[in-house]
């Protein structure tokens, strides 16, 4: 078991609702834990349970009601919108369900495209792409387009995109939720090597109790409140 | 360079949808450049005035002539340095669709007026020599298919009778030039309506003035005016520019009406192409939050939209601007000697231009609003 001693994330208090038709309907209710650097967790919890609210939160694409929220030893919570987007392109890496790559740029653009937001040069994103898309096994599909890959050649560029500024945390949300169980496995494999060799912090939520299982730990949330006695 | 690389691949992405926008750009372009040109067209002669030349007609209507012998009177005023006449004809060529402008003007005074008229000496010669000789202008040449010592004949209508001329000297003019026009001996005329209608003789249609100073213009007009009050056939003085306005304005109502459709053929098309801008935006709203998610700012996001929109109306611009002018020639063609001047200006170019600009523009303000402002979380929910 690896030792995680300095927390990376610190939730506190940390409330969110919506409004909806004239209602308020709250979604998660005074959260605080601890995510540590280098850890892999997982986030579960049935439908509508505030697993990827709280993971949009942490990932600075939302922002909470009230509670205090510091990634990296910076209160996310209180940044601009414009600061907010800065800080995102900077720390955080994104893995969706359904991939999001840009349909008319290649693999290696998909890639490249958070790198245009830094002052690196042409030959230097290049070089970070190869390298990217090589721990990725994608070498061999760098001009291809989205729509010639299969789901799981999909992710696996997704999460070149997410490592290639080399951020902060990466924030998974159903990563293998539209794979096959064989691309899933790769999937999830990735994942752990980024975490063990790379050391990177992982957030991912899941509905999958066997994609759960590749994370160090899991975290359940049920009705907004995390499940302290399923931890 | 990704970002011009996204621009281009986000405009081709339906190529389809993208074809027909660019095929409506260029309709409505093509349409408003041609509707700018005739109303060009309407105020050619009046932009082809001169500043030194002034028009004496009739006070009371241009229909009603002036004595002859009111041209030594106004040749002796102050700043007059020139003075001739002319007269309308408006004879019938074969049909009356053939129609252009005709006049019986003072041969050897006229053309020393309009030194715009560019005409061969010898055949200048050739036309002051020859009693039914006539002038005619190298659009008129080209329509008709007259040359040097055709016989043009001409059906009377305002001096009744069977005309007939002979062709004696075609002259040019620079882009701005009416030569639709045709131009013969007011001796030959008058001469013959001595024989005809006695009473008809030694009257012509408008005088024009040559003076030295354009800034005394008003003052020459007055003093000439002054001159016939209270005469048989009192006068009207103005400037050429004047005169020729005067004839616009009789047209204003169609005039106007041109450029009310000109301006709502960029309306329509500006609503065609805010509506294809909201259908792409609104198709692209997953990929608009994901790139926010990424750290892209809303400024990316507009640039992107605006980007597409700007490209797509400048295309649709270009081929319109550039099948504008085949399309205004075969027009031109088309209408013969109606618009003697006919020929797309570069201020309609610029125009075509800015309203291109201002339909891509406007057609992208509120998709890109809409995507800068879409939250994150709610455009990545489109997703899936």
């Known amino acids: 078991m690896e030792d995680f001693t300095e927390p990376i994330v610190q939730i506190r208090q940390l409330t969110k609702s919506y409004r909806r038709g004239g209602q308020i309907i709250s979604v998660l209710t005074n959260i605080s834990f601890d995510i540590n650097s280098g850890e892999f967790i997982a986030l579960m919890g049935p439908s509508g349970s505030g697993k990827s609210t709280l993971l949009n939160l942490i990932a600075g694409i939302d922002k909470p009601d009230s509670g205090s ?3 990296n030893g910076r209160d996310i919570a209180t940044l601009s919108e414009a600061d907010l987007a800065d800080w995102r392109a900077a720390n955080v890496g994104f893995i969706f369900q359904f991939y999001n790559l840009m349909p008319v740029l290649t693999a290696f653009e998909n890639v490249e495209l958070p790198l245009l937001l830094t002052r690196l040069s042409r030959d230097q994103r290049q070089e970070r792409v190869e390298l990217a898309l090589s721990m990725v096994g994608l070498t061999d599909r760098v001009e291809h387009y989205p729509s010639e890959l299969s789901g799981g050649q999909q992710q696996r560029v997704a999460i ?25 496995d790769d999937i999830l494999a990735m994942l752990q090597r980024l ?20 994370a160090h730990s899991i975290r359940h949330l049920e009705k907004g409140e995390l499940d302290v006695t399923n931890q | 360079m990704h970002f011009l690389k996204l621009i281009l691949r986000n405009t081709l992405r339906h190529k389809l949808r993208t074809s027909l926008t660019v095929l409506g750009l260029v309709v409505a372009i093509l349409a408003f450049g041609l509707l700018r040109t005739v109303v060009d067209a309407w105020y050619s002669g009046a932009e082809g005035a001169s500043s030194t030349r002034l028009v004496t007609r009739n006070a009371i209507s241009l229909v009603f002539p002036l004595p002859i012998n009111y041209q030594e009177r106004i040749r002796r005023i102050h700043g007059v340095t020139a ?56 659009k008129l040449a080209n329509t008709h298919g007259f040359k040097i010592g055709d016989t043009i004949p001409l059906r009377g209508t305002i001096y009744p009778g069977a005309w007939s001329f002979t062709v004696r000297a075609i002259y040019d003019g620079d882009a701005g030039t009416d030569t639709s026009q045709f131009f013969f001996h007011w001796n030959y005329l008058n001469e013959t309506m001595k024989k005809v209608v006695a009473r008809r003789t030694d009257w012509i249609g408008v005088y024009v003035i040559g003076i030295s100073d354009p800034d005394r213009a ?71 939050a994901t790139l926010k998610a990424l750290g892209f700012g809303p400024r990316f996001l507009a640039g992107l939209i605006y980007g597409e929109s700007l490209a797509i109306a400048l295309t649709g611009a270009g081929i319109g601007i550039l099948l504008t002018f085949p399309v205004a020639d075969e027009f031109s063609k088309q209408v013969g000697t109606l618009f003697p001047v006919f020929g797309v200006s570069l201020e309609t170019v610029y125009m075509q231009a800015a309203a291109a600009i201002a339909v891509g523009i406007t057609a992208a303000a509120l998709p890109a609003f809409r995507a800068a402002r879409v939250p994150i979380v709610d455009g990545l929910r489109s997703i899936g």
């Open chain 1, 69 to 71: 929220l510091k990634v």
């Open chain 1, 160 to 184: 070149a995109r997410a490592f290639i500024t080399d951020p902060v945390i990466l924030v998974a949300d159903e990563p293998t939720g539209d794979l096959d169980r064989a691309s899933a």
């Open chain 1, 195 to 214: 975490n063990r060799e790379m050391g990177k912090t992982i957030i991912m939520v899941t509905h999958d109790p066997y994609a759960a299982k590749s």
């Open chain 2, 83 to 138: 003075i001739t006449h002319a007269s309308w004809f408006g004879g019938v060529y074969i049909a009356p669709r053939n129609f252009f402008p005709q006049f019986a003007v003072d041969a050897k005074t006229y053309f020393h007026l309009y030194p715009e008229y560019f005409i061969p000496p010898a055949e200048m010669k050739a036309f002051l020599t020859d009693r039914k000789g006539c002038v005619i202008g190298r």
């Open chain 2, 218 to 288: 008003a003052e020459i007009s007055t003093e000439v005016d002054a001159m016939f009050k209270n005469s048989l056939a009192e006068t009207l003085t103005e400037t050429e520019k004047a005169f020729q306005l005067g004839f616009v304005s009789m047209t204003e109502a169609i005039v106007v009406a041109i450029r009310i459709v000109s301006f709502l053929v960029i309306f329509i098309i500006l609503a065609v192409m805010a509506n294809t801008m909201a259908m792409t935006a609104r198709e692209r709203i997953g990929e608009y």
